[in-house]
C-alpha cells in the first residue's frame, strides 16, 4: 500500500483499487493509505444476484463505511442470468460439469429468472439488463459486464438509463437471499 501511495504521491496513478479484499483487509489497507492522505478507491469483487457472499461477509457494508466502490465482476454469473441456460438448455462444455449448471442449479434458478422476466417485461428489459441494472441500483456497485460478441456489449449498455423502483429491486433481493452464501 505504501508503494502504491508513492505513486499516486508522484502521479504516476490515479486512484489506489485492490482486488477480492476482505473487510478487515479494506480497512487495513485504508488507513494505511490514510496516513499518506491517500483514498483506496475500489474493491473488484464477485458479485451479482446469485454471488452475494460479499453482502454476508460485511464487504460491501466496510466498502460503504469507507467510500470505496465496489466493482463488480462476474455480474451476469457466468451467463446463469442471461436465461441462456436452462434446466431444459443445459450448457456444454466445462460450464456442464460445474453443480450451479446442472440441472438441480438451473432449476434452483428458475424462480429468480421468472422475477427478472417479470421486471424485463415491463421496461422493454433483458435478464441482463436486469441483473446488472440490480447492482447499479445501488450506490457504489458498479458492474464490470463482460461479453464476447457486440450485441452483448449493446445488451450490457441498455442496463444504463433506467432504474427498476425499490420495491422490484427488493424483490430480486429477497428472491436472492439464498445466494448470500455463494
Do not use: C
Amino acid at each position: 500500500m505504501n508503494a502504491l501511495a508513492d505513486e499516486v504521491k508522484q502521479g504516476r496513478i490515479l486512484a489506489v483499487g485492490v482486488s477480492n479484499y476482505s473487510a478487515e483487509e479494506m480497512y487495513q489497507a485504508a488507513e494505511i493509505l490514510a496516513k499518506r492522505g491517500v483514498s483506496l478507491a475500489t474493491n473488484q469483487v464477485r458479485y451479482s444476484l446469485l454471488s452475494r457472499k460479499v453482502e454476508a461477509k460485511g464487504i460491501v457494508a466496510t466498502a460503504r463505511e469507507l467510500g470505496v466502490s465496489i466493482l463488480a465482476y462476474s455480474p451476469l454469473a457466468q451467463g446463469l442470468l442471461t436465461g441462456k441456460y436452462t434446466a431444459s438448455n443445459p450448457p456444454s462444455g466445462a460450464r456442464q460439469f460445474d453443480a450451479k449448471f446442472g440441472q438441480k442449479g438451473l432449476e434452483k434458478i428458475e424462480p429468480v429468472l421468472a422475477k427478472m422476466h417479470q421486471i424485463g417485461e415491463k421496461y422493454g428489459k433483458t435478464l441482463a439488463q436486469v441483473a446488472l441494472n440490480w447492482l447499479n441500483f445501488q450506490p457504489e456497485i458498479i458492474a464490470i459486464a463482460g461479453a464476447k460478441t457486440a450485441s452483448q456489449v449493446e445488451d450490457n449498455v441498455g442496463a444504463l438509463g433506467w432504474q427498476m423502483t425499490q420495491e422490484e429491486w427488493q424483490q430480486l433481493e429477497t428472491i436472492t437471499r439464498p445466494w448470500l452464501d455463494s
